[in-house]
T-cell receptor, first 120, second 111 residues
């Protein structure tokens, strides 16, 4: 079953409002999570790296004050799109890096199902 | 910078047909290469990976070989099934778990 829960799966909001997206690891701890954004027919682009207990690291060109990231626990990171505008309409997806443990796996990265944001 | 270019879709095939999705990359350094798959209504899943030149990743009948000389990592499957219908993403990473993705290729397999 799913090991990462991303909520909501879709949201429609009005211009000027804020929207919070949650990314939660379900059965493991994750010090590090990543937030991506995908515009139609384009690549997923890394927006920021979310680190538990410290400030997020943003990629070049991503506005920190517009895309607020909070990683207050080892299982939850949130992305808040503040004062949303139609150009923020996009598909947002989180990736969770499982903290090292005994379990052997092909990759420590696990993805959420994504959130479709539409700003009207 | 790092970038991935993959074949544009959508791709529509009949069952048992041969599938190839081209992927080329540019990178500053020696990246690991990945193919991720997203089935309808689900999150991205790692399909296969290769961490160095000439490595071949394989899973579920899919294969891709890391070709440093052509900076490519093309995905192939000899006989597709309806259940292979999905969006496929080529990606690279310089081992910091940050991924650079291609745009994704939608594959539809008809019975």
């Amino acid at each position: 079953g799913a090991v990462v829960s991303q909520h909501p799966s879709w949201v429609i909001c009005k211009s000027g409002t804020s929207v919070k997206i949650e990314c939660r690891s379900l059965d493991f701890q994750a010090t590090t999570m990543f937030w991506y954004r995908q515009f139609p027919k384009q690549s997923l682009m890394l927006m920021a790296t979310s680190n538990e207990g410290s400030k997020a690291t943003y990629e070049q060109g991503v506005e920190k004050d517009k895309f607020l990231i909070n990683h207050a626990s080892l299982t939850l990171s949130t992305l808040t799109v503040t004062s949303a505008h139609p150009e923020d309409s996009s598909f947002y997806i989180c990736s969770v890096k499982r903290d090292r443990g005994r379990r052997v796996e092909n990759s420590p990265l696990h993805f959420g199902n994504g959130t479709r944001l539409t700003v009207t | 910078g790092n970038s991935v270019t993959q074949m544009e879709g959508p791709v529509t095939l009949s069952e048992e047909a041969f599938l190839t999705i081209n992927c080329t990359y540019t990178a500053t350094g020696y990246p690991s290469l990945f193919w991720y798959v997203q089935y309808p209504g689900e999150g991205l899943q790692l399909l296969l990976k290769a961490t160095k030149a000439d490595d071949k990743g394989s899973n579920k009948g899919f294969e891709a070989t890391y070709r440093k000389e052509t900076t490519s990592f093309h995905l192939e499957k000899g006989s597709v099934q309806v259940s292979d219908s999905a969006v496929y993403f080529c990606a690279l990473s310089l081992n910091d778990y940050k991924l650079s993705f291609g745009a994704g290729t939608t594959v539809t397999v008809r019975a």
